[in-house]
């Protein structure tokens, strides 16, 4: 294995991918959008390299939290989730005459 100043991991036996390229097509990879030679080049990098580890990680934690909201917001329902102001002013609006 070696690595190179580009982020470039090497590992024997399969292609190797930059830190870059991981981030690029990060959503590809959770996705599983990749064919199996390039998901396994990637879990190869990330067998070695901390930090897209914790790259995935964090994008993981994102897009969950992401989630979570979005399903309370539902719940809440939808008005619930706009600025009273808002919705008076839209009311308000509706309520004058066209000219």
Do not use: K, N, W
Not at 44 to 63: D, M, N, Q
């Amino acid at each position: 294995m070696s690595s190179s100043a580009d982020g470039t991991v090497r590992l024997g036996g399969g292609r190797s991918r930059t830190c870059q390229q991981v981030i690029t097509f990060l959503f590809e990879y959770i996705a599983r959008e990749l064919d199996d030679e390039e998901r396994a080049a990637f879990d190869r990098h990330f067998g070695v390299c901390p930090s897209c580890v914790a790259y995935l990680e964090t994008y993981l934690a994102a897009v969950r939290l992401g989630r979570e909201t979005l399903l309370r917001l539902e719940a809440e329902g939808a008005a619930a989730a706009l600025p009273d102001e808002l919705v008076r002013s839209v009311l308000a609006a509706r309520e004058r005459p066209e000219a």
